[in-house]
């Protein structure tokens, strides 16, 4: 059975930084490229991060320098680090495989 379960979310001020985890089980990790989405209320699902199985890395505009995606094979995880947050990073972030998994979401909320 397919799982991937995020943790790491919670609150920060802005300009502070946390870090996402995503841990998988149930399907060939090394081989599925991973992205993290997030979704703000009442604005579509947005791509923030993805890395490929080869580790190449790719981000979105809104997230470009602050924000760093990488993983860890032998741990089967793949982690989000977010720095310089600001108010409108808050939302729901979701960890993805290319294979089409999908994590249950943590809450991100950033605020003074």
């Known amino acids: 059975q397919v799982h991937l379960v995020e943790s790491g979310g919670g609150q920060a001020q802005p300009g502070g930084s946390l870090r996402l985890s995503c841990a998988a089980s149930?399907?060939?990790?090394?081989?599925?490229?991973m992205m993290w989405d997030r979704q703000a209320p009442g604005k579509e699902r947005e791509r923030v991060a993805t890395?490929?199985?080869?580790?190449?890395?790719v981000y979105g505009d809104s997230v470009k320098g602050r924000f760093t995606i990488f993983r860890d094979n032998a741990k089967r995880m793949v982690y989000l680090q977010m720095n310089s947050l600001k108010p409108e990073d808050t939302a729901v972030y979701y960890c993805r495989s290319t294979l089409g998994f999908w994590g249950q979401g943590t809450q991100v909320t950033v605020s003074s």
């Open positions: 890395i490929t199985t080869t580790g190449t890395t």
């Open positions: 149930g399907f060939t990790f090394s081989s599925s490229g």
